[in-house]
Each structure stands twice: as C-alpha cells, then as structure tokens.
T-cell receptor, first 116, second 112 residues
Framework: EPEVTQTPSHQVTQMGQEVILRCVPISNHLYFYWYRQILGQKVEFLVSFYNNEISEKSEIFDDQFSVERPDGSNFTLKIRSTKLEDSAMYFC??????????????FGDGTRLSIL | DQQVKQNSPSLSVQEGRISILNCDYTNSMFDYFLWYKKYPAEGPTFLISISSIKDKNEDGRFTVFLNKSAKHLSLHIVPSQPGDSAVYFCAAAANYGQNFVFGPGTRLSVLP
C-alpha cells in the first residue's frame, strides 16, 4: 500500500538554526499537510497546501514557518529560526482529490524535532 | 479550546469482545469525521471516516456511529484483537475544510 514517507526520523538542531523537514506524499495525492504533536499534547494542524499554494494555516504557522513543493515528489516544512518550543513530532499527510466525497488524510511516521 | 473530546484516556477490553471508543465535539460546523489508530513511533493510520450526511459507516470489524444532535460519535471494533491495542484518535473538520481538529486520544488495550 502506498505510504507517506518522512525524513529524517529524528532531527536535533541548535536553537536559532534553520531546519528543513522532508516528506514524500503518496504519488497521486494532490493535497499536502503538516501537523505537529508536542509531547503529551494533541496532534495540531499547521498548514495545508494545494496547487502550489497554502490553502489553510493555523495560528501556530507564523512567519518562522514556510512550506514548499520544490519538485514533483517532495513537500518540505522549513522553520527559519528554531525555538525550544518547536520541539515536537512533525507529521506530514496527504490526501487525494475529493471525488464523490471527502478524502481522508494519510500520515507519515513523523520526524521528531529536538531543539537544544 | 477542546472542540474534540475523548473523555476516556484509556480502555481495556478482553480479546473477542466489543471495544467502544467515544468522541464528543462542540463545533456544530464539523461535517466530516475520521478515526485514526496510532502505534508508538508511527504516524496515525487512517481507519474509517463518516460524513455528516450519514449516521453509520462500516468497514470490516470497524463501525463508526454519528449522532449529530448529541454531537457524539463512537467507534466500535468487533471482535477486538490484541493487535488493535493502540491509541485511537478521532478528528473532525468543518465546511469542507482541511484543518482537522484532533481529540486527545484513547489508549485501547486488548487483553488476550
């Protein structure tokens, strides 16, 4: 079964440094998402991306965050100047074009980001 | 802001019996609901969905029931298997949006 893949599985970065998290969505999917889960807390929506632009974003997704689809397969999340509170599990997800109904989002296994 | 609640942090069930996981929501604009299962060190795995035009959806051992007037949905797993032991999340979205709001999860333990 096709799956969303994320790299790296664990990223350790010094506070203030830039970090890029990478995702390869399911190949025929057109919608892409980033979520995060801080340890012990809920999974939280960050951003959705369709047709090469952001379609929705949450309050968490401030100017320090950006997303990009640099080629036909990758989808990236960049954090420009990391803070300690950015430490979390970051999940990428993708979904197909809605057909006769809504489509579920399929998640990768996440990247654990640790900010020192 | 707890728009999606899962009031039972954990649930234990005997193998072969029914597991019932509950989820309540407060936003009446939610129109699409998903259940995910999550194992440690893995991402959420999609199980089953339901839109607000239905009150029941079934897929194999999994059935989701939606009660819009009570703003309540439940996931039934019959029969429960030890491999079902995981954290289960319900998630909801509104107005054809893509911003899913997740509940805090319920840890299901299926005992052999």
């Amino acid at each position: 079964e096709p799956e969303v893949t994320q790299t790296p599985s664990h990223q350790v970065t010094q506070m203030g440094q830039e970090v890029i998290l990478r995702c390869v969505p399911i190949s025929n999917h057109l919608y892409f998402y980033w979520y995060r889960q801080i340890l012990g807390q809920k999974v939280e929506f960050l951003v959705s991306f369709y047709n090469n632009e952001i379609s929705e974003k949450s309050e968490i997704f401030d100017d320090q965050f950006s997303v990009e689809r640099p080629d036909g397969s990758n989808f990236t999340l960049k954090i420009r100047s990391t803070k300690l509170e950015d430490s979390a599990m970051y999940f990428c997800a993708s979904s197909a074009r809605p057909g006769q109904g809504r489509q579920p989002q399929h998640f990768g296994d996440g990247t654990r980001l640790s900010i020192l | 802001d707890q728009q999606v609640k899962q009031n039972s942090p954990s649930l234990s069930v005997q193998e072969g019996r029914i597991s019932i996981l509950n989820c309540d929501y407060t936003n009446s604009m939610f129109d699409y609901f998903l259940w995910y299962k999550k194992y440690p060190a893995e991402g959420p795995t999609f199980l089953i969905s339901i839109s607000s035009i239905k009150d029941k959806n079934e897929d194999g051992r999994f059935t989701v029931f939606l009660n819009k007037s009570a703003k309540h949905l439940s996931l039934h797993i019959v029969p429960s298997q030890p491999g079902d032991s995981a954290v289960y999340f319900c998630a909801a979205a509104a107005n054809y949006g893509q911003n899913f709001v997740f509940g805090p999860g319920t840890r299901l333990s299926v005992l052999p």
